[in-house]
């Protein structure tokens, strides 16, 4: 991939050369980024994957996922709808490709964007700021290229075949300037927030809009197949409006229309003069206004990561007056101090690593969208009785995600001082971070989902939502007593992707006995009350087991 996009680089040497940039230093630049790109893991689909060579096929196999899930939508939407009725199933396509491009860039490029490790080195050079903003520019844009290609491809096979090669040419192009306004807009986005808040802060903004994006492209994977299944919103005229004009995907959908169908008339060619100029004018826009704005920022990232020592004094004493609740709830609920600081210490590390919350969170908001969407389905499981207990312990399965990725760090390395330090009993560690994490996740996430099933089935289904958080909580205490105990933060990633599907295997089934066990109980009148002193029982026998755990029972990363 890197071949080729240096070779279409050297083809388009003189339009590098009219912007303003030094083609040789935008080359340079671009092939060491492309060069350094090869060493790191993305992470839409393939974040958990292993990068052990140079020249991974890890982007490819991405863009083959891409291809397919791409193809199968636009085969559902652009296949059946005559001509006359294609401009809503278009905009649809179009939608889903800026969608993507643009958490493709907030997510796996936001660090490539707002990279600052090559300041140190480019900008006391000779290196002006139009040639660095678009080295950046060519190097984020050829990865965006290659995914609205692999989504677009299929689309555009269909509608050549179907209206002609000239409509798919058209669709083709669409498809790229898609990209294109996709960076001109993510491009801004960054600069507004730069602008009113500083680059840790940023970062945090973009990990908790990576969760948030999460969520809802799993919620519209949910809800795609049923506008799918309607017909009705896929095979009827959609009135053109004057809003229709400032909705980028219609104005794509617009213009492969006026070819498709075909027509000239005022609206399309308004359509078609937006989506042709639009893209091209946000370039010229940046390179002209934005590119000494945006190379001042980055440069000025360098300077916000290292505080004043006043700074650092003023920071550190507002996590000592915000950390007297997190004391206050390890007091109430562990019993030593070792358990106290365990508690404490998990708190505060799974609110500050991103990572732990980007691979943690989204799975809770799926365990949510997935019952709330299941529950409206009238031809079901979420019409039956039993739905909410098949909910109630589904949703167990996504909170232990949560605790597998407890034992989890970037600064693996750091867990030496579980060795250093005068730790007799290291199952009070263990037993004082799970819980926290059933304090701080587990619990929140049963309350809202409780509140959903007691609001959507009744309130005299509290019985079953109580049982069912016990059952949970002895779920996770019996995948931890099973599974290798590690310390928390103490392994990388891989180190744990071995037994994970036996694991999951494992749970699953049980999970599905002891729910099953739960139906059998609210056949029996007062059964489920009767169970839940038991289960409060074998939850704090397995506590006390867990407590236990010793020296030699703890695999060190």
Request: aromatic content about 14%.
């Amino acid at each position: 991939m890197t071949f080729t996009i240096l070779w279409l680089l050297d083809r388009l040497q003189s339009l590098f050369q009219a912007l303003g940039a030094d083609y040789g230093q935008l080359r340079a630049i671009v092939q060491v980024k492309l060069m350094m790109d090869n060493r790191r893991s993305l992470v839409s689909l393939g974040r958990y994957g292993k990068q052990s060579a140079e020249s991974n096929s890890n982007f490819t196999r991405i863009l083959v996922i891409y291809t397919v899930v791409g193809g199968l939508i636009s085969l559902s939407m652009l296949a059946i709808p005559d001509k006359d009725v294609l401009f809503f199933p278009l905009t649809l396509q179009f939608a889903y490709i800026m969608a993507l491009c643009a958490m493709t860039l907030i997510s796996d490029f936001s660090s490539v964007i707002l990279d600052s490790s090559d300041n140190q080195i480019i900008l006391p050079r000779p290196v002006s700021s139009r040639t660095l903003w678009l080295a950046r520019v060519v190097h984020i844009s050829s990865y965006l290229f290659a995914i609205a290609l692999s989504l677009s491809v299929v689309a555009v096979i269909v509608i050549a075949v179907r209206f002609g090669a000239l409509a798919g040419l058209l669709c083709l192009i669409m498809s790229l300037l898609s990209a294109v306004l996709m960076v001109f807009l993510t491009n801004v986005f960054y600069l507004v927030l730069m602008r009113f808040i500083s680059e840790e802060k940023l970062r945090e903004v973009i990990n908790y809009f990576q969760i948030v994006m999460a969520v809802l492209f799993y919620g519209g994977y949910q809800l795609l197949p049923r506008l799918i299944d309607s017909q009705e919103a896929l095979t009827q005229a959609l009135d053109h409006q004057w809003w229709h004009y400032l909705i980028p995907p219609m104005w794509m959908a617009g213009a492969v229309e006026t070819v498709v169908r075909p027509v000239l008339d005022s609206t399309h060619l308004i359509f078609l003069a937006l989506a042709l100029i639009i893209p091209f004018a946000g370039l010229w826009f940046m390179n002209r206004f934005l590119t000494a704005d945006f190379t001042q920022k980055l440069s000025s990232i360098d300077q916000e990561s290292r505080p004043e020592m006043a700074q650092v004094a003023a920071v550190r004493a507002t996590q000592a007056n915000g950390s007297g609740w997190i004391d206050r709830l390890s007091g109430w609920f562990t019993t030593n101090s070792l358990e106290r600081a365990a508690f404490a210490f998990t708190w505060r590390v799974t609110s500050r690593d991103r990572k732990f919350k980007l691979k943690t969170y989204p799975q809770l908001g799926f365990g949510l969208a997935y019952v709330v969407a299941m529950s409206f389905q009238s031809r079901s499981l979420g019409s039956s009785n039993f739905f909410y207990l098949f909910a109630l312990y589904f949703a167990g399965i996504y909170v232990m995600v949560a605790q597998y990725q407890l034992s989890v760090s970037d600064n693996y390395k750091a867990s030496w001082i579980y060795g250093s330090a005068p730790i007799r009993e290291p199952g009070d560690v263990l037993a004082g971070s799970l819980k926290a994490l059933i304090i701080k996740l587990l619990t929140p996430f049963y309350l809202l989902l409780s509140v959903y099933i007691l609001y959507r089935y009744g309130i005299d289904k509290i019985s079953d939502v109580l049982l069912a958080f016990s059952n949970s909580l002895v779920m996770l205490l019996s995948a931890s007593l099973l599974s290798t105990r590690y310390m928390p933060f103490s392994v990388v990633q891989d180190a744990l992707k071995q037994n994970n599907t036996a694991r999951s295997l494992l749970v699953s089934v049980v999970l599905g006995v002891v729910g099953f066990s739960h139906y059998g109980l609210t056949l029996i009148p007062y059964g489920v009350w009767a169970a839940i002193p038991f289960s409060v029982a074998t939850f704090w026998v397995l506590l006390r087991q867990y407590k236990k755990t010793g020296w030699a029972q703890i695999e060190m990363g």
